[in-house]
């Protein structure tokens, strides 16, 4: 009797660390596990930076600022464009100052971690055709800190499918250089406000 109680235990040991694998293994091969392998976390960040677009080797008069901002593995990406400068009938020319923002949360925004970057990813869909954003974050964190400090690097660009055209567009984002940069707008700004009652 005592020796089939402990081929019996065995048995049980042997079922329970097979089990154990079976477990582990559906574990390491689902689609989350392998999302998480092999990639960093999201640090919470404030990242931004203002670029111009160069397009066939000509930078735009116009600029954009972008803000990352990233908190508990979700992010937010903003973007306000300015020097946009149109003419409305006889008027001067004016820059409409164009907001936009996307998030992961929607899901119209995704934010790989990759080595000190993170790579920002949006489809984008207009009136003019469809395309893709790549924003490139390189930040600097300090000692045992998850917080990006300071951006280092920046690099990114568009490609849109221009149905007026007829043709693809690229477009390379190129960076302000410094810390903070003084820039001149080349017509004046037009703001949003309350209508006046005549």
Same mark, same amino acid.
């Given at each position: 009797?005592?020796?089939?109680?402990? +081929?019996?235990?065995?048995?049980?040991?042997?079922?329970?660390?097979?089990?154990?694998? *079976?477990?582990? *293994? *559906?574990? $390491?091969?689902?689609?989350?596990?392998i999302a998480q392998v092999g990639r960093d976390s999201i640090p919470n960040a404030n990242l931004e930076v203002a670029v111009r677009q160069n397009v066939d080797g000509k930078l735009s008069p116009s600029f954009h600022i972008f803000e990352l901002t990233?908190?508990?593995? @979700?992010?937010?990406?903003?973007? =306000?464009?300015?020097?946009?400068? =149109?003419?409305?009938?006889? %008027?001067? !020319?004016?820059?409409?100052?164009?907001?936009? +923002?996307?998030?992961?949360?929607?899901? %119209?925004?995704?934010? =790989? !971690?990759?080595?000190?970057?993170?790579?920002? +990813?949006?489809?984008?869909?207009? $009136?003019?055709?469809?395309?893709?954003?790549?924003?490139?974050?390189?930040?600097?964190? *300090?000692?045992?800190?998850?917080?990006?400090?300071?951006?280092?690097?920046?690099?990114?660009?568009?490609?849109?499918?221009?149905? %007026?055209? @007829?043709?693809? =567009?690229?477009?390379?984002?190129?960076?302000?250089?410094?810390?903070?940069? @003084?820039?001149?707008?080349?017509? !004046?700004? @037009?703001? !949003?406000?309350?209508?006046?009652?005549?």
């Amino acid at each position: 009797m005592l020796q089939r109680g402990t +081929r019996s235990t065995g048995h049980h040991q042997v079922v329970y660390v097979s089990l154990c694998l *079976a477990l582990l *293994a *559906a574990a $390491i091969h689902s689609p989350t596990a392998i999302a998480q392998v092999g990639r960093d976390s999201i640090p919470n960040a404030n990242l931004e930076v203002a670029v111009r677009q160069n397009v066939d080797g000509k930078l735009s008069p116009s600029f954009h600022i972008f803000e990352l901002t990233c908190w508990s593995q @979700q992010c937010s990406l903003s973007s =306000i464009t300015l020097n946009v400068c =149109i003419a409305f009938g006889s %008027n001067k !020319p004016t820059s409409v100052v164009k907001l936009e +923002r996307w998030s992961t949360t929607e899901g %119209n925004l995704t934010v =790989i !971690p990759t080595h000190g970057t993170l790579e920002a +990813r949006i489809n984008h869909f207009g $009136i003019d055709g469809e395309g893709s954003i790549t924003l490139r974050f390189g930040y600097s964190t *300090a000692s045992s800190s998850i917080k990006a400090k300071d951006l280092t690097s920046f690099s990114g660009g568009y490609v849109k499918n221009s149905t %007026n055209l @007829q043709r693809v =567009i690229t477009a390379e984002y190129v960076p302000f250089q410094g810390t903070y940069s @003084q820039v001149e707008v080349d017509c !004046p700004l @037009q703001v !949003p406000g309350v209508k006046e009652n005549k």
